[in-house]
């Protein structure tokens, strides 16, 4: 199998130019609460880039902003905690595979620890169990990861079920470190929220939704649910009124998921196609970095 980290890496550059690229870099630094840096070098000011990193010195001499950029001192931990079950192995919003997507997410997440010195691990699985892989740096552990994510996600494998994944991070992991969950649309029961509340108080945790092909739009042939072989025969998908209830319907789960992020101040993003992964990502980042700054002044005036 050709290298997934050269696709990943390819189609970075296709979707994104090299500000852009800078842009979700500088916004990846400034997840981590707490890093150890240390100065690295100046470099010409970008949209998104810290006022308080601006050298004023030095910009007074260059005649244009400049900013320091630190490098990580101690090596952070991210743990890609990806679903590999069977509802991966189905079609997107934009009619790829949500597997394909989910290996371009956690490629580009896993590139970014790799620039910025940090070391990733995985955990995957589906309801049958989890499998995971130590936290380790390099292209090569990096690859391994991406092609495990990518052989386990087949159409006839195990339920999809993240909460197995959770239970398993819960018991196996206490040292604080980034958490990324990449799954399709879940809408979190009680006890999942219960499970998210607690990797929270552990974590720094954020969400990214591959987006499911709708079904109501599928008039063509009968459409499939592949985690459990419902769907909805081309008659009744073809009925207007039925596509309208079906996308109301959508509408208001998808409306139930993101209030529920909100409340657990998670910060959530998705994308339906490769070309949504780059730009979804920056602003996933940045919404953690605004939640958690909002965070920390309620936490001083509470003081």
Not at 37 to 47: H, K, N, Q, V
Not at 236 to 253: H, I, N
Request: with cysteine; glycine share 8%.
């Amino acid at each position: 199998m050709a290298s997934l980290l050269t696709r990943v890496q390819s189609k970075m550059f296709i979707f994104a130019h090299r500000k852009t690229l800078g842009l979700l870099d500088g916004e990846y630094g400034s997840v981590f609460k707490g890093r150890s840096l240390d100065f690295d070098e100046l470099r010409a000011y970008t949209p998104g880039d810290e006022v308080r990193d601006i050298d004023w010195k030095a910009t007074a001499r260059h005649g244009a902003p400049l900013v320091k950029r630190y490098v990580a001192v101690r090596r952070q931990t991210v743990l890609l905690v990806a679903d590999t079950g069977r509802n991966m192995a189905a079609l997107a919003a934009s009619g790829e595979c949500k597997r394909d997507i989910a290996v371009q997410v956690l490629g580009v997440l896993g590139y970014l620890a790799h620039r910025h010195g940090d070391v990733v691990g995985l955990v995957h699985g589906d309801a049958a169990g989890s499998r995971s892989v130590p936290a380790r740096s390099g292209e090569d552990h990096l690859e391994r990861l991406l092609q495990d994510v990518h052989r386990g996600t087949v159409l006839d494998g195990g339920p999809s079920s993240i909460e197995h994944q959770f239970d398993y991070v819960l018991r196996n992991f206490t040292r604080r470190m980034l958490l990324v969950v990449v799954a399709d649309e879940v809408l979190p029961d009680a006890a999942m929220e219960l499970q998210l509340r607690r990797l929270q108080a552990r974590h720094e945790v954020l969400w990214f939704t591959v987006h499911d092909t709708e079904l109501a739009n599928r008039a063509d042939a009968d459409a499939v649910e592949v985690a459990d072989g419902s769907g909805i025969p081309e008659a009744v998908s073809a009925d207007p009124a039925v596509r309208a209830a079906y996308r109301q319907a959508m509408l208001e789960r998808e409306h139930r998921r993101q209030e529920l992020f909100r409340r657990l101040g998670i910060a959530e993003g998705g994308a339906g196609s490769s070309a949504q992964v780059l730009p979804e990502l920056f602003a996933l980042l940045a919404r953690h970095r605004s939640r958690r700054r909002a965070a920390s002044r309620g936490q001083r005036h509470a003081g």
